[in-house]
């Protein structure tokens, strides 16, 4: 298992679109891909979990990747989430 | 009559469609055969997905791309392991289709409204749209085919979901009425797309009417009858002759110049106020952007946004324009804004206090980062930069020269930039003016912002409702401080434009025209309305109105006037 703890700085935080494109982008992955956020966990899989989690701009999340790929999930939810999440 | 909210203008007279919410209550029964519920259950799920995604194609192709958003929402909500999956999960565990779509449906709009933001909330009206498609075609309810209505429909809804509106076809509905929704809603942004009067938030109204009713939807007033009688239907009739005649009229200016009755060519341009904006601009035949306001991008972060984050934005507004004109205000802010990560106190007069150009020169390494990225994007078009706020002409000549600064630095970075960029400065404080000819000598051009220049010169916080009957841009004090502007810039050669509301009253117009005002910038919207008023005016008889108009000594006489005069 690997994680990471990671700033949000897209202006409007895990909406819409940037939870959808979080998820498009590890879904792919064997590993599980879970959002630490506010003490509870979310399925990083799920655009409406991500959503549901209420991440706002400037939040910090622990992003944790288990399974045979993690360190290339891992990298790239991390590389997506500094990059701004497409927006 | 009823009363709603006028959502979009225009009016429509025709026959009532009433669109009844149906009935989707259902038994909630164990279910033994697991795999043939699924299948059942699997099949809506791929007809609910072809018939979304057909709509979010339809929306793309006769509205746009960004009304198109909402139901590709749908697309990925449904997709989503939590939706479709959950669902399956509870199947398999023995209940019915519809009891699963609903428990996991309700779950998540039980989630997102409690949430504090507007927009997360928003979610929960596309989850509960999501559920009634779904049981619809889990129950086999068939809606009314509202693509199929005869012409001179007025549909009536209890609200207009996006599904419904993508089957809307232009010429065969001629209004819209629903109980909910306000001016920014969905339907209501759809229904101005169409051009379709309509009428929102009318309280009860599907308890009210009947299919065949007759109706008339007043879009403009936000008016609604139901079965009137002949008197007020032929009323109407005239009505909708005017409103249409008026528009096509309007139609009739677009790709146009604009110009006096006498055929003085002026500009007319757009105030926008984030980039995207230019498209609205582009759409409503704007010549150019008269005032591009900056101030959105320092606004709702965290931080200073960068030169490049800068430079893109601008770059995109540029971009848009294909080679008109865009004058871009530099930051124009105070303490009166909460931007926390500028460090500005509360001041106990933020309007005469460290704001705009006085901040900007005193934290020239901010200001420095907004000037190089209205320099680069000037390499994309013809971009103009706006110093807003001048009281003196040190201020002037101190932005140019940190103009000057950025030039070199650029140069020597190999960027590239439009040597000849002008920097004008927005005239919207008494000093400035007062020395409106000695601006004139420092500045390339001047734009007039009528709003802080009447609360200004009358002195008056426009927010303040013991006051704001002072806040009058036809006070003999503010158009005598207009006049001196117009003339001090045309007597130095230099563009005069004016970027304030009063740029597109049909009152003002003729006295700007009298004055000799080279450039009008205006709301998009008003585009078409303002070529017009200025085509009716000729410089002779806009002389003579205002030589009349200056003799006199009030407010009420002058706007008196003016409204008899005006054409």
Known sequence: ??????????????????????????????????????????????????????????????IVCNGADEEAALAKAVELVESGLGD | MYKGIEASRGIGIGSICLIVEHDLSFESKHIDDTEAEKARFNSAIDTFKSETAAMAENIRKNIGPKEAEIMEGHLAMIADPTMAGEMTKMIEAGQCAEAAVTAVCDMFIGMFSKMEDDMMRQRASDISDIKISLLKLLLGIEDVDISKVAPGTVLVAHDLTPSM????????????????????????????????????????????????????????????????????????????????????????????????????????????????????????????????????????????????????????????????????????????KDIPYLGLEKEENPFLGYRAVRYCLSNSDTYKMQLRGILRASAFGKVKIMIPLVTCVEEVRAVKALVEECKNELKAEGV???????????????????????????????????????????????????????????????????????????????TVGMCGEAAADPLMIPLLISFGLNEYSVNPVLVLTARSIISKWSKEEADALAAKVLSLTTEKEIVELLKAEAK
């Open chain 2, 165 to 336: 509106t993508s089957q809307i076809v232009k010429d065969n509905v001629v209004g819209i009425i629903t109980e909910v929704g306000g001016k920014t809603s969905h339907s209501a942004i759809l229904a101005r797309a169409l051009e379709i009067p309509a009428v929102l938030s009318v309280p009860n109204i599907t308890e009210l009417v009947h299919d065949k009713d007759t109706a008339i939807v007043d879009g403009t007033e936000g008016d609604v009858y139901i079965n009137p009688d002949g008197e007020v239907i032929s009323q109407y009739v005239i009505k909708r002759e005017e409103f249409v005649k008026a528009q096509a009229e309007l139609k009739n200016f677009l790709g146009k110049k604009t110009v006096t009755a006498d055929g003085t060519e002026v500009e007319l341009f757009c105030n926008i106020g984030t980039p995207k904006d230019a498209r609205k601009a582009v759409e409503c035949d704007g010549e150019g952007i008269g005032l591009f306001r900056s101030e959105f991008l320092f606004m709702d972060r965290p931080h200073l946004p960068t030169e490049d984050e800068q430079f893109e934005a601008y770059k995109e507004a540029v971009e848009t324009m294909k080679g008109k004109t865009v004058i871009i205000r530099t930051l124009d802010i105070g303490g009166d």
């Open chain 2, 416 to 494: 590239a930039f439009d040597e000849n960029i002008e920097v004008g400065c927005m005239v919207e404080t008494a000093a400035a003016s007062l020395i409106a000819d000695m601006l004139a000598k420092e500045a390339d051009f001047f734009s007039i912002g009528t709003n802080d220049l009447t609360q200004y010169t009358m002195s008056v916080d426009r927010g303040n409702a013991n006051v704001a009957y002072l806040y009058s841009a036809f006070q003999p004090a503010v158009l005598r401080s207009i006049k001196n502007i117009i003339e001090a810039g045309n007597k130095a050669g230099i």
């Open chain 1, 1 to 62: 298992m690997v994680s990471k703890i990671v700033k949000v700085t897209n202006e409007q935080g895990m909406h819409m679109r940037p939870a959808t494109v979080f998820s498009a982008a590890v879904t792919p992955f064997d590993s599980e891909v879970k959002i630490k956020f506010n003490g509870n966990e979310y399925d990083g899989k799920s655009v409406m979990m991500l959503m549901a989690a209420c991440i706002k701009c400037g939040a910090e999340i622990e």
